[in-house]
C-alpha cells in the first residue's frame, strides 16, 4: 500500500471525506517530489498532486499513486480540487490545521465554499511517526555523511580555529559528501559559549582547556540525520571529565529504556535520573530527544510531556546535555530507530571523551 492509500484509509476515523495537502513537508512525504509549489489531494477513489509548469514534467515522470496534474493561472490547482470534491460529494475535508496560516486558511474558506474544513495535521503526523525501511536507509546514509564530516572536522580542528570555522568546515564537507542540504544551521560553541544549548558559532578561537559541541546534520534523499559530539582540546579538568561521563551514562540509559509501546517521557526520564542523581538536574533544561524524518523536528518526542507510546518504526534522537551556564556544556546525541523490544542506535561515530592534542 502506498502512502496516499495508508492516508485513505485513515480518513473515515478521522471524520473527513478527504485530505488536502499544502505544506511543502507533507506534499513530499506523500510524493516522494521536491517542489516549492503544489496541491495534493487524497481521498477514498484516488489521490491527485497537482503543481506548475516548473515541475509538471519532472513531476509526472517521477510520481506514483496520484494522478498529477498542471495547474496554470486560468486553472488555479484549488479550483480543480474544488470541482473533484463537488463531483464526487466529498463535503469534510481535512486541513493541516498545524501548518496553514490564516491567510491560506481564509483563501481556502473562500475557495471551497461549500466544504466544511476540518482540523487533520495528525493524520500525516501519525503515518509519518512510524518509518519504513526505506526512510531508515535513507536516514542511515544521512548520517554516515554526517559522521564522515565529523571525522574530518576533528582532523582540522586545533587552537586558533574559530567556531564558524569549524561550522563552515562541517557544512562544505557534508555538501561534498553528498548532502542535498543541511537538516539545519550547525552548532558549533566552544568553552563558556557551550554551555548554550543552541548558542550561534561565532568567531571565538577554540582554546586550550575548551570543551567543543557540534551538533550538525543533513538532508539525502529528502531525509534527515542529526548529531552532537562534544570533544575537549588540549586537556579536560576533573569536573569537565565528570560531566561528560554523567551524559554519557544518561544517553545510555535513555537508549536501554527505548522501545515500542513505551511513552517517550519515560525514556526521557531515564536519562534524568541518571543526571539528578549525579546532581546536575538542574542544568538539564531540555528533552531527551524528538523524532525527525522528513523534518529536523517531528512527532513523537522523548520529553517528559508526551505520554503517547513510540511506535515500532519511530526514529527519535537520544540528546542529554548538562549546562553549566558561564562554564561549559556537553551534550552528545546519537539517532535511534525504535523497535519491538529495544532500538537500534545508527549513529556509529565514537563517544569516548576525546581530547584533541
Ligand atoms: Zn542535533
Ligand atoms: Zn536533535
Known sequence: MNR????????????????????????FYLTDFHSTAGVALVTGEGSWFFTDSRYIEAARRSIDGLAVEENTLAHPALKTVGQILYQRGLRRVGIEDAALSLAEYRKLQDTLKGCELLPASDLLQQLRAAKDEEEIRRMVSAQRIAERALEEALEMIRPGRTEREIAAFLQYRMLLGGAERMSFEPIVVSGPNSSMPHGVPTDRPVGEGDFITMDFGCVREGYCSDMTRTVA????????ERVYRTVLAAQQAGIDAARAGIPGAEVHEAAARVIR?????????????????????????????????????????AEPGIYLPGAFGVRIEDVLVIREGGCQDITRAPKELLILQ
Open 4 to 27: 496516499c492509500e495508508r492516508a485513505a484509509r485513515a480518513l473515515p476515523e478521522r471524520g473527513v471525506d478527504a485530505l488536502l495537502v499544502l505544506s511543502e513537508a507533507n506534499r
Open 233 to 240: 582540546v588540549g586537556f579536560a579538568t576533573e569536573e569537565m
Open 277 to 317: 542523581d549525579a546532581g546536575y538536574g538542574d542544568y538539564f533544561g531540555h528533552g531527551f530527544g524528538h523524532s525527525l524524518g522528513v523534518e529536523i523536528h517531528e512527532a513523537p518526542n522523548a520529553s517528559p510531556s508526551c505520554r503517547d507510546p513510540l511506535p515500532a518504526g519511530a526514529v527519535i534522537s
